[in-house]
Each structure stands twice: as structure tokens, then as C-alpha cells.
T-cell receptor, first 114, second 117 residues
Framework: GEDVEQSLFLSVREGDSSVINCTYTDSSSTYLYWYKQEPGAGLQLLTYIFSNMDMKQDQRLTVLLNKKDKHLSLRIADTQTGDSAIYFCAESTFPGQAGTALIFGKGTTLSVSS | GAGVSQSPSNKVTEKGKDVELRCDPISGHTALYWYRQSLGQGLEFLIYFQGNSAPDKSGLPSDRFSAERTGGSVSTLTIQRTQQEDSAVYLC???????????????FGEGSWLTVV
């Protein structure tokens, strides 16, 4: 079945860049997502990328997709203490297909120290 | 409402009792999902409803778990004869009817925190 893998922890210093990596197994994945979960809060969609794109930039966030290697990364520039959270990678196939649901990784806990 | 609403937000129940968790999706969203997040674990897919299609129940961990969606809107997740390992946050999400190549963004509720004692 589909699987999404992430490293569990990342620790960076304030002002540095953070890179969170994710690998997935489903070659038919159409959309890939990054969600953020702050302590005690729900999941917040950060950004997404369509599978025919290689890169997407949104302010401090850069998403890179290597479809050949099924590797997705999220780069956060100028990381701030407010970026400390759990970051979930998720993938889905084309929305029109029956039974489509997001498959999530276990999440990467980002810790930012000042 | 503006977002996905779940109730109760917190539930403590005794082992062996049944619990019902409710989800009100965003109005007009035809897709509805249930996920479970256990302590220290990632998000585990449970069940998915899309319009009038048969639900995808492939993620339900046992036959003690069931879910229904009435009238294509509100959904109830029922856990019978609860066990301590059922303690988790149960997250509901919804997404709009997909059309063409629009992004299938799903929106999550705040979750129902279930503790089985």
C-alpha cells in the first residue's frame, strides 16, 4: 500500500534554514502537501505541489519535488521560534478517483532554538 | 459554520463503553475523512466518504469502529466497547467536490480528544 516516510526530528537555530524531507511510494500521487500542527492545535495546510511541478515557492517556504525519486522537501528560510511545530507530509492521487484520501507521514517535529 | 466542527472536543470514557464522535463538515463539501492521531504517532487514515459512493473503510482498525454519514453532511464515528488503545485524537476533515484539476485541499477540524480509562 501507499506509504509516506519522514524523519521524526529536526533541530535548528533561529535564523537558519530548515529542510524537512519526505519520501513516498505511490507513483500515481497527484498532489503532495505539507501541513503544520502547532502544540494543542489542529492541522493547518501550509502549501501543496502538483506532481507536474518541480518547485513551488511561497514567501519563506520552498517545496521541491523529485518525482523520479519520489522525494519531497520543505525548506523554511529564516526559521523563527514560531515555526516550531510538527510538519506532516501527505500525498493523494487524482481527486476524481473513488476512495481517494490523503496519506500522511508520521510528522517531523521541528524545534527552533534562539 | 466557517470550518469543520467536531464534538465533543474532549471525552473521557470507561473501558468497555461505546462512544460517538460527531463531525460537521464545511457546507457544500462532499468529501469527508476521519483520521486518528495517537500519542507520538502520525495520522492514521480511518474512513473516507465521497458523495453517494460507498465509503472507503479500509483504514478502520477493527469491527468495533464504524462511521456513517447522513444526508451527505454530518458524520458520526462510533467506537464500541472502547479499549485503552483507542485513546487518541480523532480528526475529521472535509474537502469540496473535486472538479477538473483543482487542488483537493482538505480542511481539518480541531479534533475530538478521546481518553479511555
Amino acid at each position: 500500500g501507499e506509504d509516506v516516510e519522514q524523519s521524526l526530528f529536526l533541530s535548528v537555530r533561529e535564523g537558519d534554514s530548515s529542510v524537512i524531507n519526505c519520501t513516498y511510494t505511490d507513483s500515481s500521487s497527484t498532489y503532495l502537501y505539507w501541513y503544520k500542527q502547532e502544540p494543542g492545535a489542529g492541522l493547518q495546510l501550509l502549501t501543496y505541489i502538483f506532481s507536474n511541478m518541480d518547485m513551488k515557492q511561497d514567501q519563506r517556504l520552498t517545496v521541491l519535488l523529485n518525482k523520479k525519486d519520489k522525494h519531497l522537501s520543505l525548506r523554511i528560510a529564516d526559521t523563527q521560534t514560531g515555526d516550531s511545530a510538527i510538519y506532516f507530509c501527505a500525498e493523494s492521487t487524482f481527486p476524481g478517483q473513488a476512495g481517494t484520501a490523503l496519506i500522511f507521514g508520521k510528522g517531523t517535529t521541528l524545534s527552533v532554538s534562539s | 459554520g466557517a470550518g469543520v466542527s467536531q464534538s465533543p472536543s474532549n471525552k473521557v470514557t470507561e473501558k468497555g463503553k461505546d462512544v460517538e464522535l460527531r463531525c460537521d463538515p464545511i457546507s457544500g463539501h462532499t468529501a469527508l475523512y476521519w483520521y486518528r492521531q495517537s500519542l507520538g504517532q502520525g495520522l492514521e487514515f480511518l474512513i473516507y466518504f465521497q458523495g453517494n459512493s460507498a465509503p472507503d473503510k479500509s483504514g478502520l482498525p477493527s469491527d468495533r469502529f464504524s462511521a456513517e454519514r447522513t444526508g451527505g453532511s454530518v458524520s458520526t464515528l462510533t467506537i464500541q466497547r472502547t479499549q485503552q488503545e483507542d485513546s487518541a485524537v480523532y480528526l475529521c476533515a472535509s474537502s469540496p467536490q473535486p472538479s477538473g484539476w483543482v487542488r483537493n485541499t482538505i480542511y481539518f477540524g480541531e479534533g475530538s480528544w478521546l481518553t479511555v480509562v
